[in-house]
């Protein structure tokens, strides 16, 4: 699958190219500022998804921040699916 994401941090919109995954459960999904580097990495351990997602944000390598590794919460929109 991919797409685009748009999120907010630090009161900023933030848009980003996505890319990912669900195997077996399993969620992966890498997204990208401009198309060409991994930005982030979003991942999520096998289980029932339902309606939300819950799982971990790390930083691809070498990006420097001060928070490296953010929980996140991915909601399904109304109607879709």
Not at 10 to 24: K, L, N, P
Not at 58 to 78: C, Q, Y
Request: net charge negative; hydrophobic share 35%.
């Amino acid at each position: 699958m991919h797409g685009n994401l748009q999120r907010s941090a630090s009161d900023q919109s933030i848009q980003a190219q996505v890319s990912g995954d669900a195997i077996s459960g399993a969620f992966n999904l890498d997204n990208s500022a401009d198309g060409v580097s991994t930005d982030a990495a979003w991942e999520r351990a096998p289980a029932d998804c339902g309606r939300e997602i819950r799982g971990l944000r790390r930083l691809a390598e070498g990006r420097s921040n001060a928070e490296p590794v953010k929980d996140f919460l991915l909601k399904k929109a109304p109607g879709w699916g």
